[in-house]
């Protein structure tokens, strides 16, 4: 069974509202999260790495104004598409490592389109 | 910095075929090795790893050996079938990061 959710699996929203979106890890936890989206038949870009207990660590090239992450315990972190505009529709992924950290669980996803 | 180079799609091949997608990584020592698919639809599933240089990883009839002299990680299947199509992506492990390579789309017809 899936080891890592994501809420909501599909969102549709007006332009220049915010978004949230949750990460679960289920059955373990994860103080390290990562981010990542892909566009339409384009691979996954890491976008930040969500830290429990600290700041987020985004890549170059993500506004971190944005793009809010929040990771508010061991197995649940968010990240909140903050005025939202239609070149944010993407799929949104998250991802938790196992303990050994070499392998990753992902979340199933998360569709956004921004009217 | 680290990167994943691999073949470009989509790949259309007959049921039964032989398949290969060629992966290159460019990396500062020797990170893990994957290949992950993405089915229509679906999330990211890990087929199968290597984390060292002359591993083979295998899984559902793929095989992918860490080549550390290549810098490569092919992916390859004997025998295709229509239910493997779909996205392959091949990716490095760099400090708990995920880099994919762009990802090559696999068409299987019966």
């Known amino acids: 069974g899936a080891v890592v959710s994501q809420h909501p699996s599909r969102v549709i929203c007006k332009s220049g509202t915010s978004v949230k979106i949750e990460c679960r890890s289920l059955d373990f936890q994860a103080t390290t999260m990562f981010w990542y989206r892909q566009f339409p038949k384009q691979s996954l870009m890491l976008m930040a790495t969500s830290n429990e207990g600290s700041k987020a660590t985004y890549e170059q090239g993500v506004e971190k104004d944005k793009f809010l992450i929040n990771h508010a315990s061991l197995t649940l972190s968010t990240l909140t598409v903050t005025s939202a505009h239609p070149e944010d529709s993407s799929f949104y992924i998250c991802?938790?490592?196992?303990?050994?950290?070499?392998?990753?669980?992902f979340g199933p996803g998360t569709r956004l389109t921004v009217l | 910095g680290d990167s994943v180079t691999q073949m470009e799609g989509p790949v259309t091949l007959s049921e039964e075929a032989f398949l290969t997608i060629n992966c290159t990584y460019t990396?500062?020592?020797?990170?893990?090795l994957f290949w992950y698919v993405q089915y229509p639809g679906e999330g990211l599933q890990l087929l199968l790893k290597a984390t060292k240089a002359d591993d083979k990883g295998s899984n559902k009839g793929f095989e992918a050996t860490y080549r550390k002299e290549t810098t490569s990680f092919h992916l390859e299947k004997g025998s295709v079938q229509v239910s493997d199509s779909a996205v392959y992506f091949c990716?490095?492990?760099?400090?708990?990061?995920?880099?994919f390579g762009k990802g090559t789309r696999l068409h299987i017809l019966p």
């Open positions: 991802s938790a490592p196992m303990t050994s950290g070499v392998e990753q669980f």
């Open positions: 990716a490095l492990n760099r400090d708990d990061k995920i880099i």
């Open positions: 990396a500062t020592g020797y990170p893990s």
